[in-house]
């Protein structure tokens, strides 16, 4: 199964921007980069995916590195409401079902 | 209607107790998933249903029982339950298809207790 790794943690200042990083080094050709987050006491939320190109939506936007062993999830003005574990999560399988969640990064953001 | 509903929010039950989880989605999603989560710790897979049949069980233990009685209901049943069984639930579902581009939708949980 490919795997991810992401940093423990990480702190950031309010209305900074703040780049989680994810190494994915065995993605394989077909595997989407999904990100969700997890508030406190709340079921993990979806953040952003990509393929190959980067991406952005309202929320934030995902940096895909070309060969594709790793990627970047920016958030460009950090709130406290973005304080939460992000995961970097690679959706593999025969159908994409065997969703597998890593340690995740736990976002601290400082006023 | 773009939610995953749990019920319950909260569950206190006894080792020898019978309860069931309950999970509800109405976005026409046709994978339904059951995580648990302990404590600081990321959410573990526990089963798959693809088009209301089992497609994975991670090795659950039989006394998690999981069914899908439809495509907008997932359900799972405890029996004889563990104190360390103690967790979040998660329930989420997902369009099935070969394509893996779409995201999932998670419900907030059940937390469940067991005495």
């Known amino acids: 199964d490919a795997k991810t790794t992401q940093p423990n943690s990480m702190e950031s200042n309010e209305e900074e921007p703040v780049h989680l990083p994810c190494n994915h080094s065995t993605i394989s050709g077909t595997d989407y980069i999904h990100w969700y987050r997890q508030l406190p006491s709340q079921g993990p939320e979806y953040v952003i995916h990509g393929l190959t190109s980067n991406v952005n939506n309202r929320m934030a936007s995902l940096a895909i590195a070309e060969d594709r062993k790793s990627s970047t999830l920016i958030l460009h003005r950090a709130t406290l409401r973005d304080a939460a574990v992000y995961y970097c999560?690679?959706?593999?399988?025969?159908?994409?079902?065997?969703?597998?969640f890593g340690p995740g990064t736990r976002l601290s953001v400082l006023p | 209607d773009t939610e995953v509903t749990q019920t319950p929010k909260h569950l206190v039950m006894g080792m020898t107790n019978k309860k069931s989880l309950k999970c509800e989605q109405h976005m026409g999603h046709r994978a339904m998933y059951w995580y648990k989560q302990k404590a600081k710790k990321p959410p573990e897979l526990m089963f798959v249903?693809?088009?209301?049949?089992?497609?994975i069980n991670e090795s659950v233990p039989s006394r998690f029982s999981p069914e899908c009685p439809n495509s907008s209901l997932l359900n799972l049943h405890l029996h004889a339950l563990q104190p360390e069984d103690s967790a979040l639930y998660l329930c989420a579902s997902s369009q099935a298809s070969r394509g893996r581009g779409y995201g999932y939708t998670f419900g907030s949980g059940t937390r469940l207790t067991v005495v």
């Open positions: 249903y693809s088009y209301e049949k089992l497609s």
């Open positions: 999560i690679l959706r593999e399988g025969n159908y994409g079902q065997n969703f597998v």
